[in-house]
């Protein structure tokens, strides 16, 4: 028999990446911190992009529902979402659902409080719906949302709000974060930018073809519909969606892979040992 001289450190297979998170985490904290100006500004771009994306996968749908080939068609319109992602992730914006994970491995780690993690989930929630409200109050002066396109909204938002229940839209927002920061965890393990794309954009695919609950992804949503068809929107249902799928995208994000990776890598006290 050989010997076995590994240890429990040897197990630790991506603590490398764990530690580059938490790292990160500080770098945030000192920028809503110090400079809570440029850490909005960097918020309000995430909802900015996710929602402008949102308007190219309504327009490929639309555009392409002549052909009738459904299943072609939410994959083509998941392929164009994911463009939202990559883009968000590769200019170091700031989107709450990507933190749900870094900021769980921070306090893990604890570079990091607890009150502070509440504070920045709020603030960066924040400016991701400001980022889309400024999208498509843009977008109200222009006429790049069609009629079809808006009518695309208006059945969309309607499924995620009076046709969900409340549990039906906490697993599905499980599912969803869970797929997307699967996708940043393992991007992070690559430095060239097309692997880092394609992975970011392999957990984004799956949850938009699978019609899983994003909660920025929603926000945005709601603030078209605000601008577009304010009358079919039920108030109730939307604060039901919003509630549920932002406990969800935590669960499936924070705890699921967050927590998860944290722990697989080393104990609370490691960083400061």
């Not at 700031?94 to 009150?115: A, C, Q, R």
């Not at 699967?182 to 430095?191: A, D, E, T, W």
Request: net charge positive; aromatic share 14%.
């Amino acid at each position: 028999m050989i010997h076995n001289n590994k240890n429990v450190q040897d197990t630790h297979a991506t603590k490398t990446i764990v530690q580059n998170i938490a790292g990160q985490v500080q770098m945030k904290e000192v920028m809503a911190d110090k400079t809570p100006s440029r850490y909005a500004l960097k918020s309000m771009m995430a909802g900015f992009l996710l929602s402008i994306v949102t308007v190219f996968m309504l327009a490929i749908k639309t555009q392409f529902a002549s052909t009738h080939i459904d299943g072609l068609i939410n994959l083509m319109g998941a392929i164009s979402f994911s463009l939202g992602l990559v883009l968000v992730v590769l200019t170091h914006s700031e989107l709450l659902t990507s933190n749900f994970m870094y900021l769980t491995v921070g306090w893990y780690y604890k570079v990091i409080s607890m009150k502070k993690v509440t504070w920045i989930f709020i603030f960066c929630f924040i400016g991701n719906i400001v980022g889309g409200f400024i999208l498509f109050f843009l977008l109200k002066f222009s006429h790049v949302m069609t009629p079809e396109m808006t009518n695309s909204l208006t059945t969309l938002v309607h499924k995620k709000t009076v046709e969900s229940t409340w549990l039906s839209i906490l697993i599905k927002g499980i599912f969803c974060n869970f797929f997307i920061n699967i996708g940043i965890f393992i991007s992070l393990q690559f430095k060239e930018g097309l692997a880092k794309a394609f992975f970011i954009a392999c957990g984004v695919i799956v949850f938009v073809f699978m019609g899983y609950e994003h909660v920025v992804f929603n926000a945005g949503l709601y603030a078209g519909m605000i601008f577009f068809n304010i009358e079919a929107l039920s108030w109730l249902d939307v604060l039901k969606n919003i509630v549920f799928a932002f406990i969800g995208n935590y669960i499936g994000g924070g705890i699921c892979v967050g927590l998860v990776y944290a722990y697989l890598n080393g104990k609370r006290d490691s960083l400061t040992e």
